[in-house]
C-alpha cells in the first residue's frame, strides 16, 4: 500500500534561517508529463544550478526539477523569471513519487542526478537513492536510448554505483567507460554547490553517463 511513509525523505526541507516557507516555485508546479517533448529529470537538484543549465542549453527541451529543499525550488524559480525560462517546472518531493504521480511510460529522454546524497554511515547505506530498486524503477519511464548522468565524490557510493550497473547491464550500457571519461568537466557539467564543495575539500568527482538499451 502506498502511502506517504513510502516517500519519506530525510535532511533538510528548508534552509535554517528560512522560517516563512513562501512557496513561490509553486508557479511552476509539474502536473503531467507530456511523452511528446524531449524530458529531462533533475534529481535532488539542490539549488538548481544543473537545472538552470540545462534549460538554457535548449529551450525545447523541458527540464523538471525534484527535490524537496523549498530555498532551492524558490532559487530556481527566481532564476527562471530572470532569464525568462519556460521550460522548467518544478516537483517538490520524492522522485519515486514524482514517477508514480506525473509521468507515464516511455516519457523520460534524459535524468541527472548530481551529488546524491552519500549517507556514509554503513548502517544509513539504504537511504540511498541509486539502488538495484531505483533501476527497475526508472527504467519503465524512461524512453528508448535515453541517458543517465551521474555524479558522486564518494568512493563508497560509487563501488555501490559500480555493483549496481554491473547487475543492470541487461538494460543499461555504460557509456564513458575510459579513464580519462569519468571526470567531471565543468566545462561541460553543470558547476553545483556540492561539486564546488568536494573540489574545496580536494575531493575527485566520478562521472558516469549510462543508456537505456
Ligand atoms: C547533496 S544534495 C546535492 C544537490 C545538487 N545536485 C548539487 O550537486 O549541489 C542532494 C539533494 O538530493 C535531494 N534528494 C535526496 N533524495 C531525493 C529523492 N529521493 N528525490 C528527490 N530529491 C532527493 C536532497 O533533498 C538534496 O537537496
Redesign the pocket.
Known amino acids: 500500500m502506498i502511502n506517504n511513509s513510502t516517500y519519506r525523505?530525510?535532511?533538510?526541507t528548508k534552509g535554517r534561517k528560512n522560517k516563512n516557507v513562501n512557496e513561490k516555485f509553486l508557479q511552476i508546479k509539474l502536473k503531467n508529463i507530456d511523452n511528446k517533448k524531449y524530458n529531462i529529470i533533475?534529481?535532488?537538484?539542490?539549488?538548481g544550478?544543473?537545472t538552470v543549465k540545462l534549460a538554457k542549453q535548449d529551450k525545447n527541451k523541458i527540464v523538471i526539477c525534484?527535490?524537496?529543499?523549498i530555498d532551492?525550488l524558490n532559487n530556481v524559480f527566481k532564476k527562471s523569471q530572470i532569464d525568462s525560462l519556460e521550460n522548467i517546472y518544478i516537483f517538490q518531493?520524492?522522485?519515486?513519487k514524482?514517477l508514480d504521480e506525473c509521468c507515464k511510460e516511455n516519457s523520460i529522454s534524459e535524468v541527472w542526478?548530481?551529488?546524491?546524497?552519500?549517507w556514509p554511515k554503513k548502517r544509513h547505506y539504504k537511504r540511498r537513492?541509486i539502488d538495484q530498486n531505483f533501476f527497475t524503477k526508472i527504467k519503465k519511464y524512461l524512453k528508448y536510448g535515453a541517458t543517465i548522468n551521474l555524479?558522486t565524490d564518494s568512493k563508497s557510493y560509487i563501488f555501490q554505483i559500480l555493483r549496481t550497473i554491473y547487475n543492470v547491464k541487461k538494460d543499461f550500457a555504460w557509456l564513458n567507460q575510459s579513464k580519462s571519461e569519468w571526470d567531471y568537466d565543468s566545462e561541460i557539467l553543470?558547476e553545483?554547490?556540492?561539486?564546488k564543495?568536494a573540489l574545496k575539500n580536494g575531493l575527485n568527482p566520478f562521472y558516469i553517463k549510462l543508456k537505456k538499451l
Open positions: 525523505l530525510y535532511g533538510r533533475d534529481v535532488g537538484s539542490g539549488f544550478e544543473s525534484c527535490d524537496k529543499y532551492g518531493g520524492n522522485v519515486h514524482m542526478i548530481l551529488f546524491p546524497d552519500p537513492l555524479a553543470p553545483t554547490k556540492y561539486y564543495k
